[in-house]
């Protein structure tokens, strides 16, 4: 039976280091702000529509006509969080990764990680007590823009939160604290293995670019929905089941989209926070039972993603020549 | 003017010599290629379901709207390369700024500069003249390769017009590209810690590219990596209004993308730039802005501070 009180100590000492660090604080403010900033601009969005809804009912009313003639918005508070959402799969990445060669700095510039390693512990330890560390933080920010997010929702959105609203939200932060954990993961590998730190740091950078931005936005491109302003098909007027029978004639086209998509471990947060949030229309409203059943894929690419980094980090060992901080 | 030539000379010596540096700016030509190929291979599926609903619409009776796609320049085909820009190349920017100050600092020949007859003015001018002529010559590479597309891609016919306005779009990335670059070379020159420089300029260029378009425009930060849906018109309210033109000026990453857009011929009807300065004027003031800014921190350059024995 392994002895998990080393890294239990070590973990403790991270997260009590952690929270004295002026950069958890002031990171976290920043993520909460972009998230907030985002959720405000979206509930001003949508109260612009609703204002317009009301103005175009009651000229029809005005007009002696029956309201029903255009169809009322429907509200869904939590699709609303769709910019809190990107914000975190973003900003919050740039922040883990940062955070996780901060982790690796702090050892390597210290000149602490030699010091620790002549004690009686295993290297595995040390690596999962900083890694342990991580997801602490990861739990902690995303908790802290969830808890903000759901506070503004109730206040800006005219509209209760329900308990189920609650679970969802929980169901997406547990999400959020898994995809965090395993960039900052990367960071951390990246700042310990490489000889510099800094160098550690910059490959992790473009590693988010590729992961985090260019996957999914080649996807993105890709959509020849999204190569017109409006859509294509919108801008060519052809009706639901005329653009699915063109559609299936792009089948190929649209399978290396997909996968270019889900190459990205961003995009499999993204797609798995939309469904349970309801963000994306066609879950908008379901029961959260069936989401989580059909997005179980996601979840798990998430899980193994978080674990499996996690994993490799503990089976590389330290390099010697790595334990300070430029060798 | 000789010493900042010296001193432009020795940095450009340095970045070649750097492996990160050379990696982020191959990664950068890569997506340029991977940019050409997604203009062409979007604009051939768009064509394919123009064909295909056009046979339904004539089938039915129904008028035949004309094809969005070919409606506009023939570089719209190069769109995704605004993207490209404002985060790869950005990102080779900063990271060319950091290390065009780093590599002295961790070589430990700042304290030996200091002690020679060398002005800071002197020192920063060559600095920057390093730093333009390295991103310059990024963007001169994309700038053939994406030429090379377009002469090769059968479809595509590029009038003179275009050609001065597909100049005119590399040049304003380059402009683009160096306001993070100076930023970065001066935050690198004010705090010695290390990969402050690359730290501070990327909170400026996350803010710039992610954040200020949803105060601005309520653009999501998955929009404002397309080069479509990142131009997207702001809700038609008085407080997004104010909200353009009190933050629009700063929101850089959206003024590149609208002129990105105007140059290469797909900037779509009626939209409008935020904020009260005109894109090009706020790029411009941002430039000079962030020079300002590597000015002073080389200004402020403590070459005592960091080094190999910190």
Known sequence: ??????ILTIAARDAREALRDRFLLIATLALAAAAITSLATGSLALHTDVATYMAAKDTLIALGKSASAIASPEFWPLKLLRG??????????VIALVAGYRAAVSERGRQTLALILTRPLRRWQVLAAKLLGGFFLAATAAGAVTIAAAILLELTSGVGLMLSDLGRLTVGWAAAVLYLSGIYTVGFALSLWLRSASAGLVYAFALWMLMVLVAPQIGDTMDPDNQVAGGVFAALSVPKAEQDRIKAGFATYETIRNDIEISSPTKHFERFTFAVLGIKDTYTGKPLGPILTEKSGDALFLILFAFGLGAIVLLVPINPDRLTKEN | MRQSRTIAAQAMTGLMRERTVMLVAVMFVALVFVSAYLGWAATTTVNAIYADASAYLAS???????????????????RNLSVYVSLIGAFAAVLTGTRLIEADRTAGTLPLMAARPLERVTYARGKVEALGRATAAIILVAAI??????VVMPQVRVGAADWVHFVGFFALSWAYVMVFGLVALGAAARFSAPAAGLLGATV?????TFVLPAITGNVTPTAAINPVSALAAAPDTAAFQLLGDLFGPLSLSESYKFISADLLGYLPDGIQPRGLIPPLVDLLLALGISGGIALAGCLALDPNQGGPDA
């Open chain 1, 1 to 6: 039976m392994p002895d998990f009180s080393p």
């Open chain 1, 84 to 93: 809190t959402v990107e914000q975190l799969e973003i900003m919050g990445a």
């Open chain 2, 60 to 78: 039915v009776g129904q008028p035949v709207p004309p094809n969005p796609v070919t409606e506009g320049s023939p570089l719209a085909i190069l």
């Open chain 2, 145 to 150: 390769v994406s030429a090379l597309t377009l």
């Open chain 2, 204 to 208: 400026v260029w996350l803010a710039v």
